[in-house]
C-alpha cells in the first residue's frame, strides 16, 4: 500500500445513497452494478493520486496530497456515475453523495483521526444523490485549479451536524452533472432548535443506530442511565441524525432548569412561540398546534418532574397523533406504549478518545503517547466511562499528567471539579452530578443505596435482602434499577446487581456520614452472610457440586475479600473459620498466594485476642482450621517446609477439640507434606490414622484423598506399590463423586501404572484427568497433570512433545510461585539436554535449578533424587571438570526468567541466548 500523505489533505467521502432499497427492489442488478461502481471509484482516485483509506459501507473515504486532485477526481467519478444508464437497474438507477473538505489530521497507525475527518463526512451527509458538496478550505484551495467547465456555487453558511462551527458550503457545478437539488440536509433546512454544539461528539454509533431504530417503531423513547451518561448529548445527536423523518420541525425543551411540575407545559409552549389566552388552557393550546404537524419533540432531564411529564407525554402521543417523543430521564416514564433504552458507559476506545479530546482543548500541549495512554485508559476504565466524569478529568490535563489524574482517583470527588461554568451546577463536578439524583430519592431508597456500597463486584437478590434487613428491599431495588442508580446482568442463571464504582464511592462516604457504628453494623451483617455462605459452599466442594460451587464463589470473590478483610479486623474466630473455609476456592480459581496472606493475617489478628478468649474450646478449634487452611495454602505453593509447622500444630490443636473432620483431613494433608518433606513413616502413619476416621465417620473426600495419597507416596517413596491398592483408590474416589479428587486419582494412578510399562494406559488416563480438572477450572492440577505428561513423554524418549509440554507448565508453575515444580521442571530439561547431548546446557540448567530450590527452601523428593544424581554424575563423567564447574556456576546465577528462555530456547527481554548443541556450545 502507497504511504498515506500527511500534513494539509484533502479528503473525499462518497455514499450510494438508498441502497437499501436498491437491493430490495434489485439485488441481482444490484450484485452487478456495483463492481462497475467501485470501478468507477477506483479509477478516478488512481488518475488523481488519491489513495483510499478505507471503505465505508456503499461509499468510500479517500485522500489525496491536493484539493483540486480531489475535485478532480470527484467530478470525474460523479460525471461517470451519473451518465451510466445502469442498465441492470433499469428503470433505477445508481446515485451517489460526495462530500470534500481539506485540512490537518493525524496519522496513527494506517488510519487518520480528527475534526477534519468528522467535517468532510458531515458534508456528505449533507448532500442529496448526484451533488458534491466542498467545504469553504477545500474550495479556497482549489479555486484557481478547476477543471474546465467547473465553477463553485455559494449555497451559504450552515450548521453540520454535531459540529460546533458553522461551514460555509459549495456546490460544484458542471455541464456534466445535475445541478438542482433540494435544500441540502443541515440543521437549518428543517426548523429546530438543537443547540449549536462547541465540542465534538465522540463514539456511540450503535447506539444511535439502535435509537433511530426505536424511533422508527414506536412513538416514546426514553433514553435512561445514571448522571453523566451523556443523555441530553446523546439524545441531540439522535434527533440531528433524524431531522429529515420530521418535516415539521425537532424541537428541545430543557427541564432541568425546572423546579415545579407547573413550569413543563408553560416551557413548552416557549419553545413554539405560543403565549397563555384568556378562556384557553395552555396545554390544550399547545396540543391543538402539534395536532396536524409531524415533529419529534426531546423533553430532556425528566426525573425531578417525572410524573408531570409522564402525563404531558401521554395526553400528547393521545391527541397529536404525528408526532414522536424522544425523553432523557434518570428513570423511564412508565407510560404505554414507552421504549426505554438504557444508555450504557462509553467503551474504552471512546472513553479514551473523549479524554484524548477533551485533554488537548483543555491544553493544547496535550498528546497521548504510548508512555501515557496506559494510564489514560486507568482513568476511564476507574470512572466507569462516565463521559461526565471522563471531561472532568481531562479538564485537569492543565495541571496533571495522566499518571498524575489516574493516582488521586481514590478521592475522585475532591479531584473531578471545575467543569464548565456554562454549565448546569450539577454538572460542574461529578459530586453534584451524583447529589442530583441522590436528592430525588426516598429515604428507603437511599437507605438500600448506602446499604449496597459495602458489596464489591455485584450481589443477588437473597444477599440484599440480608444484609439490608429490609422487609421491602426487593421493591426499593427495582426502584434503584429503574433510576439506572442499579445496573442489572444474568450470571450464572440468577440475576446479580452492581453499582458502578463511582456510584459505589459515593454511596459509601454516605454510609460513613451516618457514623462508624452504623456503617460497622451493616459490613457485620455483610460478613455474616458470607461467613454463612462459605460454611454451606464447604460440603458442597468436597462432592460432586464442587464445579458448580466453585463458579458460584468465584461471581462472589470480591464479597468474600471484603468479609474477611473486615472480620480480621472486627472478629478474628470469624476470619479464622472463613480462612479455613475457602482454601479449595483460593487454590483453585484464585491464588493460594492470596490465600496464604489472608490466613496468616487472621492467625496473627487473633494471637492479639486476650487470654481467657484464647483458651476457649471455639477458639482453639477456629484456630486449629485456621492452621490447616494456612498449610493448605503453603502445600500448593509447593513450600512443603513452611507447610509442615502450621500442620503440625493443626493436627495437636486437632486432637484436643474433638474435631473428627478437622482432624482426618489435617492428618491427611500432614501425610502429603510429610511425604515431600521425604519424612516417610510419619506420612505412612498420619494416612491410616486419616483412613481410619474418614471411614468411620464417612469423610467420602478425605477418604478418598487419603488413599490416593497413600499411594502417591509409595511412588515419591520408590517402594513397590501393595496390592489392590490402585483399585481400593479408585472406588474410593468414585465414591465421593468428586472431580477433583477423581482427577488427582487417576493422575496417582498414572504414576503407577508408567512404572509399570503401561504408557499408553498412562496417557489416556491423564487427558482424562486434564478434562476433569479443566471441567472445575482448576489450572493448578490440570498444570500438573500435563507436567506428569510432559514425563511419560519424557520416558519414551518423545523429547520434543515432552519439552513442548515442560514449556507451558514451567512458565505457570513460575507465575503461580510453586518453585519446587518450577525447579523440578528445569531439572527436567536439563535430562532432555543430556539425553541429545546439549552437555552444557543440561549442567547450566540443573546449577538453575539448584539455585532455584536453595532459595526458596524446597527438596527433591527421594524418586526426583535418584533421577537428578545420575544424570548429574553422568554429565560430570562425560564433561571436563572445568567445563561442568563453568555451565554449572553460569546457571546458579541465572534469574528464573532466563533459566526459563534457556531451558525453551526462547531469548527474552533478559538477552539471553540459549546454548545448542554438545560440547561445542558457547558458553552459556
Given amino acids: 500500500m502507497s504511504v498515506l500523505p500527511v500534513g494539509t489533505v484533502t479528503f473525499l467521502f462518497t455514499d450510494l445513497e438508498g441502497s437499501t432499497r436498491l437491493w430490495e427492489q434489485s439485488p441481482a442488478g444490484m450484485s452487478a ?33 491536493s484539493a483540486a486532485q480531489a475535485l478532480a477526481a470527484a467530478l470525474q467519478a460523479q460525471s461517470a456515475i451519473t451518465s451510466d444508464p445502469w442498465p441492470e437497474l433499469a428503470p433505477l438507477a445508481l446515485r451517489v453523495r460526495m462530500g470534500l473538505h481539506s485540512g490537518e489530521a493525524e496519522l496513527r497507525d494506517g488510519d487518520y483521526y480528527g475534526s477534519v475527518l468528522n467535517r468532510a463526512a458531515r458534508l456528505m451527509a449533507a448532500a442529496h444523490s448526484g451533488q458534491v458538496l466542498i467545504s469553504q478550505t477545500a474550495a479556497e484551495l482549489s479555486r484557481d485549479q478547476l477543471p474546465a467547465n467547473c465553477r463553485l456555487l455559494n449555497l451559504g453558511e450552515h450548521r453540520l451536524k454535531d459540529l460546533a462551527r458553522p461551514e460555509q458550503i459549495y456546490q460544484l457545478l458542471h455541464p456534466g452533472l445535475p445541478s438542482a437539488f433540494p435544500p441540502i440536509k443541515t440543521l437549518d433546512a428543517i426548523p429546530n432548535n438543537l443547540p449549536i454544539q462547541l465540542t465534538t461528539f465522540i463514539g456511540r454509533e450503535r447506539e444511535i443506530g439502535e435509537i433511530q431504530a426505536l424511533l422508527e417503531k414506536t412513538r416514546l423513547v426514553t433514553l435512561t442511565g445514571s448522571g453523566g451518561t451523556g443523555k441530553t448529548r446523546l439524545a441531540q445527536e439522535a434527533a440531528a441524525r433524524v431531522l429529515d ?23 413548552l409552549s416557549q ?14 393550546l399547545v396540543t391543538e398546534y402539534l395536532r396536524g404537524r409531524q415533529v419529534l419533540l426531546i423533553l430532556d432531564n425528566c426525573e425531578h418532574l417525572i410524573a408531570e411529564c409522564a402525563r404531558l407525554a401521554a395526553h400528547l402521543l393521545q391527541h397529536c397523533p404525528q408526532i414522536k417523543i424522544l425523553a432523557s430521564s434518570r428513570e423511564g416514564l412508565g407510560i404505554a406504549g414507552e421504549a426505554s433504552y438504557r444508555i450504557p458507559s462509553l467503551v474504552e476506545s ?51 499528567t495522566p499518571e498524575q489524574i489516574a493516582a488521586r482517583l481514590n478521592d475522585r470527588f475532591r479531584l473531578l471539579v471545575g467543569g464548565s461554568r456554562t454549565a448546569l451546577p450539577r454538572q460542574q463536578t461529578l459530586r453534584a452530578m451524583i447529589d442530583w439524583s441522590y436528592d430525588l430519592m426516598s429515604e428507603a431508597e437511599k437507605r438500600l443505596l448506602r446499604t449496597a456500597s459495602v458489596f464489591a463486584g455485584g450481589w443477588t437478590l437473597e444477599a440484599v435482602e440480608a444484609v439490608a434487613d429490609d422487609p421491602a428491599a426487593l421493591d426499593n431495588l427495582e426502584l434503584l434499577v429503574n433510576k439506572s442508580l442499579v445496573s442489572t446482568e444474568e450470571r450464572g442463571g440468577a440475576m446479580r446487581y452492581f453499582l458502578l464504582e463511582t456510584i459505589r464511592q459515593y454511596a459509601r462516604e454516605k454510609l460513613f456520614d ?9 459490613r457485620t451483617r455483610h460478613l455474616d452472610y458470607f461467613t454463612r455462605l462459605a460454611k454451606t459452599s464447604f460440603p458442597r466442594l468436597m462432592g460432586a457440586e464442587m464445579a458448580a460451587c ?90 512443603n517446609n513452611n507447610a509442615w509447622e502450621p500442620i503440625a500444630a493443626s493436627v495437636e490443636l486437632g486432637r484436643g477439640v474433638e474435631d473428627n473432620e478437622l482432624l482426618a483431613y489435617a492428618l491427611a494433608l500432614g501425610s502429603a507434606i510429610s511425604g515431600f518433606r521425604g519424612d516417610i513413616p510419619t506420612a505412612h502413619a498420619w494416612a491410616q490414622e486419616a483412613q481410619q476416621l474418614a471411614s468411620r465417620y464417612h469423610f467420602l473426600y478425605t477418604l478418598a484423598n487419603v ?22 483408590t479408585s472406588r474410593a474416589a468414585r465414591a465421593s463423586a468428586n472431580p477433583w479428587v477423581m482427577g488427582l486419582t487417576l493422575t496417582n494412578i498414572t504414576r503407577v501404572w508408567s512404572r509399570q510399562g503401561r504408557p499408553a494406559e498412562s496417557v489416556a488416563l491423564l487427558e482424562e484427568a486434564i478434562g476433569l480438572f479443566e471441567q472445575i477450572r482448576d489450572r493448578p492440577m490440570a498444570n500438573m497433570s500435563r507436567s506428569e505428561m510432559g514425563h ?37 530439561f536439563a535430562f532432555i539436554a543430556a539425553a541429545q547431548g546439549q552437555l552444557r546446557r543440561a549442567a547450566a540448567l540443573l546449577g538453575a535449578a539448584e539455585a532455584l530450590r536453595a532459595k526458596n527452601g524446597t527438596n527433591m523428593t527421594r524418586i526426583e533424587r535418584r533421577e537428578y544424581d545420575q544424570a548429574a554424575a553422568k554429565l560430570r563423567a562425560e564433561m571436563e571438570r572445568e567445563e561442568f564447574d563453568q555451565a554449572w556456576a553460569s546457571g546458579r546465577a541465572m534469574h528464573i526468567d532466563e533459566a526459563i528462555a534457556l531451558a525453551t530456547g526462547k531469548e527474552d527481554s533478559t538477552g539471553v541466548r540459549p546454548a545448542v548443541g554438545g560440547r561445542n556450545n558457547a558458553p552459556v
Fill in 271 to 284: 419553545v413554539f412561540g405560543l403565549q397563555a389566552a384568556p378562556f384557553i388552557d395552555l396545554k390544550d
Fill in 350 to 400: 471512546e472513553a479514551v478518545q473523549l479524554f484524548e479530546e477533551r485533554a488537548r482543548a483543555a491544553n493544547l500541549a496535550f498528546k497521548r503517547t504510548p508512555a501515557n495512554t496506559p494510564a489514560v485508559e486507568q482513568v476511564c476504565r476507574r470512572l466507569d466511562g462516565i463521559p461526565l466524569a471522563i471531561e472532568l478529568a481531562a479538564a485537569r490535563s492543565r495541571l496533571l
Fill in 245 to 267: 423523518a420530521f418535516p415539521g420541525g425537532t424541537w428541545w425543551v430543557e427541564l432541568a432548569p425546572l423546579a415545579d411540575a407547573t413550569q413543563v407545559v408553560p416551557t
Fill in 792 to 828: 511419560l513423554l519424557r520416558g519414551q524418549g518423545r523429547y520434543a512433545e515432552a519439552a513442548a509440554m515442560y514449556a507451558e507448565t514451567v512458565v505457570n508453575f513460575k507465575d503461580w510461585a510453586q518453585f519446587a515444580a518450577a525447579a523440578h521442571e528445569l531439572e527436567c
Fill in 707 to 728: 488413599i490416593g495419597m497413600e499411594m502417591f507416596i509409595s511412588v515419591i517413596d520408590d517402594q513397590p506399590i501393595p496390592t489392590g491398592l490402585v483399585e481400593t
Fill in 550 to 639: 466453585l463458579d458460584e464463589l468465584e461471581l462472589e470473590q470480591d464479597n468474600l475479600r471484603a468479609a474477611i478483610e473486615w472480620s480480621i479486623e472486627t472478629d478474628p474466630i470469624s476470619a479464622l473459620n472463613m480462612g479455613a473455609l475457602l482454601p479449595s476456592f483460593w487454590g483453585r480459581r484464585l491464588s493460594a498466594k492470596e490465600g496464604l496472606t489472608w490466613i496468616s493475617a487472621a492467625l496473627k489478628r487473633a494471637e492479639s485476642l486476650p487470654d481467657e478468649q484464647k483458651a476457649a474450646q471455639a477458639y482453639r478449634q477456629a484456630r486449629a482450621w485456621g492452621l490447616l487452611g494456612q498449610a493448605t495454602m503453603a502445600f500448593q505453593l509447593g513450600d
Fill in 33 to 65: 452494478a456495483l463492481p462497475r461502481h467501485d470501478a468507477i471509484l477506483r479509477q478516478a482516485l488512481a488518475d488523481h493520486a488519491g489513495l483510499l483509506v478505507k471503505s465505508t459501507g456503499d461509499g468510500i473515504h479517500a485522500v489525496f496530497p
Fill in 514 to 522: 451516618e457514623g462508624v457504628e452504623a456503617a460497622g453494623k451493616v
